[in-house]
């Protein structure tokens, strides 16, 4: 385990970190949602510096890790199909099905394209026109506007053969979803800041006042990270629960209204499955009717299979912060990066990856 010394970002704000121990008066649970928040706060070892009494807990602002085993067995068989390309981000690769992965499909002869975008795998589909190229839309508010843009533009260029399989998914109902469990007990959340640029720091304002949870909208520099944890100690502290933003420089109250408008000529809200949290009313997007030729649930009549997750694994139990990676029996021992049983220890932003990289004994 590292020390605090032989961090050189958190050298740059001791002031900040001695604060933030000052701050901290009473027991303090707080969530960050952001699978880069996660990565970010491991990678500073943020956690080894954190006052007695607080406590960090990951929740599920991981995409690849919180789609379900039912797409994921859907992605796969669907890349088994003559004729049909997928293009994937590189984070759904190496992620484990019931029956091996994409990266197992494409060794034994599937078509699987890692792009950076969906443009990307609009150009894909223009340079294979003899192919039907599929997109798995797998993510956040963060990347549901580009999505958009690429079917508006597919459809303006007149591009047939371009589809998206979308289990793109909002943030907000998630987040009310665990905060109507029992199980879960945090007192502050640290929002998460892509999500944030589109929807908004005002989205959380239900989650204040209904929940009485303290949030705090927050960066990615250790700087932004432990101002944001000071916030929400002392919102807590003097009782002053609110929701905060202190990553101005990309995000404001009311969000990005243009992106906002794009998606909503595209998507609708729909039900979607969530790992680890069941089906969450309205908390997915699919693709409008009259872009219909667009989705590939509707060109390719795609059913999802009932499938069960994998025996041992807790990766849901992680993605609720009800677990940690290393109370799951799997970790580290069956469950590996070379061999992943769950999403979590194969994605760059799971909460297994971190602990499996940066090492951590809570």
Known sequence: ???????????????????????????????????????????????????????????????????????????????DQPGVRVAIFGDLFRVPGSNGSLANASSRGAKVDIVYSAMDALDLAKRNPDELVVFLGVGFET??????????????????????????????????????DPELKIDGLLCPGHVSSIIGAKAYEPLATKYGLACVVAGFETADLVKGLIMLARQVANNDIKVENIYPRVV???????????????????????RGLGVIPGSGLKIR?????????????????????AK?????????????????????????????????????????????KYGQDD
């Open 1 to 79: 385990m590292k020390h605090l010394d032989e961090y050189r970002d958190l050298e740059l704000v001791k002031p900040l970190v001695e604060e933030l121990q000052q701050v901290v008066t009473k027991p303090l649970r707080v969530m960050e949602v952001c699978g880069s928040h996660t990565m970010a706060i491991f990678r500073n070892g943020l956690r080894t510096i954190l006052p007695k009494g607080m406590e960090l807990v990951s929740g599920p602002g991981c995409p690849v890790c919180v789609t379900s085993a039912p797409h994921m067995d859907a992605f796969i068989a669907m890349a």
């Open 252 to 274: 404001t109250w009311e969000g990005n209204a243009r992106a906002c408008q794009m998606v909503e000529e595209i998507f609708e809200p729909a039900d979607m499955e969530w």
């Open 143 to 180: 990347t549901t506007p580009t999505i958009a843009a690429t079917i508006m533009a597919a459809k303006v260029q007149g591009i047939e053969n371009f589809v998206v399989f979308s289990t793109q998914k909002t943030m907000p109902p998630p987040l009310i979803a665990l905060l109507d």
């Open 289 to 309: 009717d009259k872009y219909s030729q667009f989705d590939a649930q509707v060109r390719l009549d795609i059913v999802l299979p009932e499938v069960e997750e």
């Open 312 to 356: 041992g694994c807790m990766c849901g139990q992680i993605l609720k912060g009800i677990a940690t990676p290393n109370e799951c029996p799997l970790f580290n021992k069956r469950c590996s990066p070379a061999n992943p049983i769950g999403p979590c220890m194969v994605s760059s932003e799971g909460t297994c990856a971190a602990y499996h």
